[in-house]
């Protein structure tokens, strides 16, 4: 019954959703699937972020499923005596703003960083944040839509990659409960036509620069990318036969930014970055994935040869933590 405090805490407030920031298909499907659940209790919730939602499978979530989610500058009315319940993400994570309400819930699935007193806190460490929100539904008896089902189901498949990571049993569990409610031709509908031609530069980039060391595999992209493309391509390095890490990094106007993919059973990718970034930028993330930024005044540190430098913090961090 643990979810009727969240209701109960939400009754007579103006109650907003925020997600981290440049939210994902897994944080947009569990604000979603949390704005329809605690619309049963009459709680209408507004959902909002900061950023921007940056890959064309994630926008087109919005009008697949018909999700409303309102970018930070076009909210004009939220106070500090308005309730926020952050999801897929913490307060005082460097992925999420602070809006003007007041933090009073969290769930997430990530491990937590920085306490904070929240009244309501659910985090449980799985795959998919959008697993918690269906627990909910089943938890509390509620009928899923097919529609707020198509969404969760798609929030897991894309955070867990397809089952194939991060996976624990309420992954499972929710995934079959949602797999047999949804409409699986409109998630088959993400899938194609899910890039943009500009995305294909950063690819030929990465595929050009790319170097194997002790199977990590470094690739480089050398202009401004979005962080869900540095990913994507990280993802992409990762399935290469020879690679059982990827650490893929894009030099932009502000730092550069890394992203982390790991294979490797014997050590967490998010400690390697931290470990790999320690003195230069931070770094941090899951056991399978991670990410990392280094502002542009501390990337003279690498030395004349920043290819060469970050192949061998990483290769240094793995052997270490070993
Ligand atoms: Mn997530």
């Not at 103006?14 to 947009?28: E, L």
């Not at 309501?120 to 539904?137: H, L, N, T, W």
């Not at 890394?258 to 294979?263: G, I, L, P, Q, T």
């Not at 899951?286 to 501390?298: E, L, P």
Request: hydrophobic share 40%.
């Amino acid at each position: 019954m643990y979810w009727k405090r969240l209701v109960e805490l939400c009754e007579n407030k103006k109650v907003f959703i925020q997600t981290h920031n440049f939210p994902d298909p897994d944080a947009v499907s569990s604000a979603f699937g949390l704005q329809y659940f605690l619309k049963q209790y009459g709680i209408h919730a507004i959902l909002c972020y900061a950023g921007k939602i940056e890959k064309l499978n994630t926008k087109r979530m919005l009008s697949v499923f018909d999700i409303d989610m309102s970018y930070i500058d076009d909210i004009t009315d939220m106070t500090s005596e308005d309730y926020i319940i952050t999801i897929d993400a913490q307060k005082y994570n460097a992925n999420i703003s602070t809006f003007p309400g007041h933090e009073i819930a969290c769930i997430d699935h990530h491990p937590t960083f920085i306490d904070y007193e929240y009244e309501y806190k659910d985090v449980r460490i799985c795959g998919a944040c959008a697993s918690i929100i269906a627990k909910y539904y089943e938890d509390a008896g509620i009928l899923i839509s097919e529609n707020v089902a198509s969404a969760l189901l798609y929030g897991i498949k894309i955070d867990t990659a397809e089952l194939s990571r991060g996976v624990s049993d309420l992954d499972i569990d929710m995934f079959y409960m949602l797999y047999k409610k949804a409409n699986l031709s409109k998630i088959a509908s993400l899938y194609s036509n899910s890039m943009e031609l500009n995305d294909l530069k950063a690819y030929g980039a990465a595929f050009e620069s790319i170097t194997i060391v002790e199977e990590i595999g470094f690739a480089s992209i050398p202009f401004n990318c979005h962080d869900a493309l540095i990913a994507t391509i990280s993802d992409f390095i990762l399935s290469l036969d020879v690679v059982e890490c990827a650490v893929v990094y894009a030099i932009r106007e502000d730092g550069i930014k890394f992203s982390v993919r790991s294979d490797m059973t014997d050590v967490d990718a998010g400690r390697l970055t931290e470990w790999a970034l320690s003195g230069v930028g931070t770094g941090g993330g899951h056991f399978s994935m991670a990410g990392g930024f280094v502002q542009t005044a501390n990337i003279e540190k690498f030395g004349k040869n920043l290819h060469k430098e970050i192949e061998s913090r990483f290769v240094k961090a793995v052997n270490i933590l070993r």
